[in-house]
């Protein structure tokens, strides 16, 4: 049984920061991509960043150069540093792990930036 735990989320004000965890616990020989992922109500889930075992990483276009997505593989975690939030930004933020043969998803952070 894999477990994703998710911390880090907060209200914020605009133009501030938060940093985002996600630990993988559980039997775990190797995990592929990790991501993050977010849902604003009434809106559908949408890929925020994603970065591979080897440390390449992919963002979303309107989150390049504010937001930066990097890994501890000896502790099966995954970080995302945010920075210049904006209201818009305001969202569930949910850890996503590819341990092969399957996806895992964590259980979701609140993120919520004021303006």
């Known amino acids: 049984q894999v477990q994703l735990v998710e911390s880090g989320g907060d209200l914020v004000q605009a133009g501030g920061s938060l940093r985002l965890s996600c630990t993988a616990s559980?039997?775990?020989?190797?995990?592929?991509?990790m991501a993050w992922y977010r849902q604003a109500p009434e809106k559908q889930r949408e890929l925020v960043a994603v970065v591979s075992s080897g440390g390449i990483t992919q963002y979303a276009e309107s989150m390049k150069g504010r937001f930066t997505i990097y890994r501890d593989n000896a502790k099966n975690t995954v970080y995302q540093q945010m920075n210049s939030l904006k209201p818009e930004d305001t969202a569930v933020y949910y850890c996503?792990?590819?341990?092969?043969?399957?996806?895992?998803w964590g259980q979701g952070t609140q993120v919520t930036v004021s303006s």
């Open positions: 559980g039997t775990i020989f190797s995990i592929n991509a």
């Open positions: 996503n792990a590819f341990i092969n043969p399957r996806n895992y």
